[in-house]
């Protein structure tokens, strides 16, 4: 175990047997940015999910561990590992136009989890939704604490959901691709948004994201995964400069650059994807999945 998250041969299938996740093993350090990067479908998503004890009830972990401050989550009885990562880590989501609850207001929706997981009272939960509104730099929040989300942007639909993921002061926070859903320009406001917030509270985050452009600007080191199974891990100057395994290079290369905006774009070559295919074949036959 060398990360404040550590997770250790982590395998999740489908209850038909199916394998999500091969054998995954991953470290954020205390106060530092991981990028977990793949395609889509490669099993991001569900890494963050297993970490935060999320799965969908049709898939369950069925081998490694996952370590967080000192504690194996995977070891701890079921009460006992929610509350624990309910203190501990937080989810900023994917889509702030559906993580919201379109029926409430703001101000209960970023307090909620203070006053029921927490036991902080209401008027200090309150006091602190008030103060996180400003530190991600909301005009007016006691306006929007009272608003609907179908009142607000997109854009400041993600500050609410960045500022309720670190209303509790996690030591962990995950992100979950939390720039999909906005426009470029909204997008890079928000990429400098959870940086500058990262830095301030000095919190660890699993950055999950499909651009390595992304990755480049906010992340201390990488992992690559592909069909759930972790190809390289890496520090990220290290990365961009000398990548090892030949599929993350074909990801580089596949990757649009400014200062070529007129070229072509190169595709994964179908050699590299048979062998990283190959790999995940040598893998599920070995541990029988």
């Not at 720039?179 to 406001?189: M, R, S």
């Not at 179908?270 to 599920?284: C, F, G, K």
């Amino acid at each position: 175990m060398s990360g404040f998250l550590s997770i250790r041969n982590l395998t999740v299938r489908l209850k038909s047997g199916v394998t999500i996740l091969r054998s995954v093993s991953l470290d954020v350090a205390q106060g530092q940015v991981h990028g977990l990067v793949g395609e889509s479908g490669a099993g991001k998503s569900m890494i963050g999910k297993a970490v935060l004890g999320t799965l969908p009830r049709a898939l369950q972990v069925t081998g490694g561990e996952i370590w967080l401050d000192g504690e194996n989550l995977l070891a701890l009885p079921h009460d006992t590992r929610r509350k624990r990562i309910g203190a501990t880590a937080a989810l900023i989501p994917q889509d702030p136009l559906t993580a919201l609850n379109p029926s409430k207001r703001i101000g209960p929706q970023i307090t909620r989890r203070l006053v029921d997981i927490l036991a902080w009272t209401r008027s200090d939960a309150e006091a602190r939704a008030l103060e996180l509104l400003g530190e991600v730099q909301i005009p007016d929040p006691a306006r929007v604490m009272r608003s609907y989300p179908h009142e607000l942007s997109g854009g400041m639909r993600q500050r609410i959901l960045i500022a309720s993921a670190f209303a509790a002061e996690p030591k962990l926070i995950i992100a979950d691709e939390p720039t999909t859903a906005l426009d470029v320009t909204v997008q890079k406001q928000i990429l400098r948004l959870i940086a500058d917030m990262q830095v301030r509270h000095g919190t660890s985050l699993l950055f999950v994201t499909h651009d390595l452009g992304v990755v480049s600007k906010v992340c201390d080191t990488l992992s690559v995964l592909y069909a759930g199974k972790v190809v390289e891990e890496a520090r990220m100057h290290r990365f961009f400069m000398r990548p090892i395994h030949p599929y993350s290079r074909a990801l580089l290369a596949a990757t649009p650059t400014y200062l070529d905006p007129t070229g072509s774009l190169t595709p994964v070559p179908e050699s590299v994807i048979s062998a990283v295919e190959e790999e995940v074949r040598l893998h599920d036959v070995r541990f029988g999945t």
